[in-house]
């Protein structure tokens, strides 16, 4: 049973920042990698940022939203991926996903539908 928690989330002023936690448990993947999805209310899911591997080779991706400020990173012996999240805006606000996707291709770190698993979420509250 693959088990995403995710942690970190909370209220912050604009301008400030936040450290999001997904821990994967349950299952020992080969060929995967990881995304952070959001929703705000009244809103679809949207990417906000993934990280894949490949052979040696790491390649994270970031919506254009959020480029510059918000950083994926992962933690192999932890088997944990982190969402640094830096000069935050009102519009940051929604509830962050945590997602796995086994053999997630660079042209599918968008789309929801190649993420197989996901975590419960984390709320995230920009204050103005």
């Known amino acids: 049973q693959v088990q995403l928690v995710e942690s970190g989330g909370g209220l912050v002023q604009a301008g400030g920042f936040l450290r999001l936690s997904c821990a994967a448990s349950g299952r020992t993947f080969r060929n995967y990698g990881m995304g952070w999805i959001r929703q705000a209310p009244g809103k679809e899911r949207d990417f906000v940022a993934a990280?894949?591997?490949?052979?040696?080779?790491?390649?994270?991706y970031y919506a254009d939203s959020v480029k510059g400020r918000f950083t994926i990173s992962r933690e192999n012996a932890e088997n944990t991926v982190y969402l640094q999240m830096n000069s935050l805006k009102p519009e940051d606000t929604a509830i962050y996903y945590c997602?796995?996707?086994?053999?997630?291709?660079?042209?599918?770190?968008?789309?929801?539908?190649?993420?197989?698993?996901w975590g419960q979420g984390t709320q995230v509250i920009v204050s103005s």
């Open positions: 990280i894949r591997w490949s052979g040696d080779n790491t390649y994270k």
């Open positions: 997602a796995l996707g086994e053999g997630l291709t660079m042209f599918a770190v968008g789309e929801m539908a190649k993420y197989d698993y």
